[in-house]
């Protein structure tokens, strides 16, 4: 009965040793101490047969895990078991967190194994790390900085600033992107230029690590399904974590270098280099929250030459660890009217600028679509967020001005930051009929914002407005039709300025004018005259 017991569990030993590949590999961190087991699947796990036990027994399982090195293992003896819940047919990684002193004593080995106990610890599997790799080198002390700048479903460059490291530009180093996916890391290598390469681009001829400023990945050598991967996981999740690799061997041990980048831009394939809608600006309002072009009156590109049809505008706002997500698309010629982007309030928003700090950063992404969704250009732009202040504003048109009405927050942040401001603002009024959006026109000034003060109005006249920027040839007739416009439809305005940035478009806006109260003083001396007529016919006739 032993002897069945035993050649039963060597049998199942034997099955559950096909549920992980032979390349699996171990990484291990040198700036964190921590030691990375990668199981990778067996390779023809699919077509194993259904009795195969990695996919009836062990989903949902614990297994637990050592590291054997020819001297020590992991975890040591007294410490904590390290286990995994079994997944089929994905790569697993394990973590070890070693200490200082054991990290060291383990980072030249070139040898290690691990082992696996399924069930309860009844059966052990054992298995050969295919081959081990440290990151010997933080990746910020060997490029000071690195960006990333794409082609959208196209090519990627990728500029550095080069350290003093020491990494040899032979056919044994291996550049590549690295990006999740998924529960895996995927990889994009990076290929030495070849032909038309720039001076200081990436290429076997290059005589220093020093000398390289820029590496590419090129969609026309690259493998286009990964390329592609990258591309949906992109779009997908703009934070998505990206790493440019160094992959190479000293004195007989593989090392990494890993530099994620402090930035990422879409490229100008238009041409727009100096078009203000390539600076974003994200001001979180009490009542919503704004994604405005800087200093440009309205969203139109001014060298839009694509075939679009419609702009999805994506915001995440990132507030310390808490990633905050805002999506909204609509159609190209209602987007090209109207005055930034804004987005209701919500509670994820309320949260954020009840907890706003001054660190508090946005990734906007501007992206213009064909008919069937596809991208076809976009704007990426971080920045740091702004807190707006403006609690409530209402409009005044007045027979021969425009005025504000101002309420301001209270909160302690607003009245903490009455700075003048230097620079011009804008006052944009519109009015919408029939889902369509229309300029008014747009006011030039200068205030001084100062949030200790409430309350506070300001007044605008026709020398104040932007030339060209109404519908109507004349300030003076355009300030008719707004009138007109106020007694029939909804009349909106932006305010837009280095503080405040914010959209009303429900706002009740009053017309208010001097002949009123004309009127009443007319209507009072009449009454009086008549009332005085009455008096005097009264007594004539007694």
């Known amino acids: 009965m032993i002897v069945f017991a035993i050649t039963l569990l060597k049998t199942v030993a034997s099955s559950f040793s096909e549920c992980f590949s032979a390349r699996s590999y171990l990484n291990g ?55 995994f819940e079994y997944k089929f047919n994905v790569e ?12 060291l004593h383990i980072a030249d080995k070139q040898h290690a194994m691990f082992e696996l106990w399924y069930d309860v610890n009844l059966v052990k599997v054992n298995g050969s790390v295919n081959s081990i ?44 992107l690295e990006f999740q996916e998924g529960e895996a890391n995927q990889q994009i290598p990076i290929l030495p230029c070849t032909s038309g390469c720039q001076a200081n681009e990436y290429q076997l001829s290059s005589s220093s690590f020093q000398d390289v400023k820029l590496y590419r990945v090129k969609k026309a050598t690259a493998d286009d399904a990964k390329l592609q991967s990258f ?41 727009c280099t100096s078009d203000p809608h390539l600076l974003l600006a994200t001001t979180l309002n009490p009542n919503n929250m704004f994604v405005q072009f800087r200093d440009s009156l309205t969203n139109k590109m001014t060298c839009d030459t694509l075939n679009a049809t419609q702009v999805r505008v994506d915001d995440y706002v990132m507030d310390g660890s808490t990633r905050t997500r805002l999506q909204r698309t609509v159609g190209l010629e209602q987007f090209n009217q109207q005055i930034g982007v804004t987005f209701d309030v919500s509670p994820e928003l309320t949260r954020l600028r009840n907890g706003f700090s001054a660190d508090t950063m946005s990734l906007i992404v501007v992206s213009y679509l064909d008919a069937a969704g596809t991208i076809l250009w976009e704007i990426l732009y971080f920045d740091v967020a702004c807190l707006g202040c403006v609690a409530k504003a209402t409009m005044h048109i007045h027979e021969d001005q425009t005025c504000i009405s101002y309420l301001f927050d209270s909160k302690e942040e607003c009245v903490g930051q009455f700075i003048p401001a230097n620079g011009k603002n804008t006052l944009g009024v519109f009015y919408k009929e029939n889902g369509v959006t ?38 003076v007739e355009n300030q008719e039709l707004t009138k007109l416009k106020l007694k029939s439809t909804t009349v909106g305005f932006g305010i837009m300025s280095k503080y405040e940035s914010i959209v009303l478009e429900t706002v009740v806006s009053e017309y208010q004018t001097i002949f009123m109260p004309l009127i009443i003083v007319i209507s009072v ?6 009332i005085f007529l009455s008096v005097v016919l009264s007594s004539k006739l007694k």
């Open 438 to 475: 229309h300029q008014l026109g747009f006011y030039r000034f200068h205030y001084d914002l100062n949030y200790s003060i409430l309350n506070q109005d300001y007044c605008f006249r026709c020398e104040d407005y932007v030339d060209g920027s109404y519908e109507r040839q004349t300030c």
């Open 29 to 83: 961190n040198a700036g964190t101490y921590e030691l990375t087991l990668h199981l990778l699947p067996f390779e023809r796990l699919n077509k194993i047969t259904s009795e195969n036990l990695c996919k009836m027994y062990l989903p949902g399982k614990p297994v637990v895990t050592q590291l054997h090195f020819d001297d020590i293992s992991f975890p040591r003896p007294g410490e904590d078991e390290v286990s």
């Open 133 to 176: 790799e440290h990151t010997r080198f933080n990746g910020t002390g060997c490029f000071t900085r690195a960006e990333m700048e794409y082609t959208i479903y196209g090519d990627i460059d990728i500029t550095v600033t080069p350290s003093n490291c020491k990494v040899a530009l032979d056919a044994n180093l291996e550049v590549y």
């Open 92 to 103: 697993i990684q394990v973590s070890f967190q070693l200490s200082e002193t054991d990290y």
């Open 525 to 530: 001396l009449l009454l009086a005259v008549v």
């Open 231 to 271: 591309y949906r996981r992109f779009v997908d999740n703009r934070l998505l974590p990206v790493s440019m690799n160094l992959r190479y061997k000293t004195n007989g041990l593989n090392s990494v270098i890993s530099r994620q980048f402090d930035n990422k831009t879409a490229k100008d394939t238009w041409g």
